[in-house]
């Protein structure tokens, strides 16, 4: 049963965030038995969560050789371009850690078109499943990290898009991304984002709170629509919080 209910949590800052959501992403594989899935998100709000994940003692702590990486979205870009998502996450900690190659799914971002990297994504992720209809008794990802973008947009969700509306695929190309950078993109739909036991918004900094209090009064966006089979968690830092506009 998907969850409407979101747990608002405020942190002092990025810090604690990362530190928090490290905890949490420690403990949903530590319960995990055999292979478990992680999604992970671009964008700079995870950036230290990444960092972190490299260090202990997560570096020691986190069971890598049945912890399978894949990416919520990602810019239509080469995989050393700055802009991929997977290749910041590689760069700031799957690169430095014992994940074994195979357990790194990136999606194909130098196939022809943005769609033929969401068939082969979605191929990827039904392989890993096990089958190709979701089951809410039995999630697809332990944890799903996520972002808010300044309009309100999360994966490569835009306001608008017609892929909000997509109920049966798991994956979709996005040929016009609603805000920079403007790629194509290729990103999961809420369905497949939903399947998770726990998903985790990071929101952080002031430039955060104006769109994040539109999200938590129930203003239609992308970001208000995200579901999750299991936990609804997000972590907001006091510089984004909708009630810090006159906080020292
Ligand atoms: C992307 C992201 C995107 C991101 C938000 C928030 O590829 O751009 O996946 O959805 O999470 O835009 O980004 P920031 O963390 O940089 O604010």
Not at 161 to 168: F, I, V, Y
């Amino acid at each position: 049963m998907a969850s409407n209910e979101r747990k608002i949590i405020v942190l002092p800052d990025a810090r604690t965030i990362a530190e928090n959501a490290a905890e949490r992403l420690l403990a949903r594989l530590v319960q995990a038995s055999g292979p478990a899935a992680i999604c992970l998100t671009g964008g700079s709000s995870p950036q230290q969560l990444y960092q972190l994940l490299a260090r202990e003692p997560y570096r020691s702590a986190l069971p890598w050789d049945r912890v399978h990486w894949f990416m919520g979205d990602d810019r239509f870009v080469p995989p050393d371009d700055v802009l991929s998502n997977m290749g910041m996450a590689r760069r700031l900690f799957l690169d430095h850690v014992n994940a074994p190659r195979e357990n790194i799914h990136p999606i194909a971002t130098t196939l022809a078109t943005p769609e033929a990297a969401a068939r082969r994504y979605e191929a990827d992720l039904n392989r890993f499943y096990g089958r190709d209809r979701l089951d809410p008794a039995r999630p697809l990802f332990e944890l799903v990290v996520m972002g808010l973008g300044p309009d309100g947009h999360t994966a490569s969700l835009f306001p608008n898009a017609p892929a909000l509306l997509e109920d049966k695929r798991w994956v979709v190309g996005v040929d016009h991304a609603g805000f920079e950078p403007f790629v194509p993109r290729v990103t999961l739909t809420f369905p497949a984002l939903a399947s998770t036991r726990e998903m985790l918004f990071l929101v952080e900094g002031e430039e955060k709170r104006e769109i994040l209090a539109r999200v938590l009064t129930g203003n239609d966006l992308p970001a208000s629509r995200a579901r999750s089979d299991g936990e609804l968690t997000w972590l907001i830092d006091r510089a984004a919080a909708p009630e810090s506009r006159h906080a020292t």
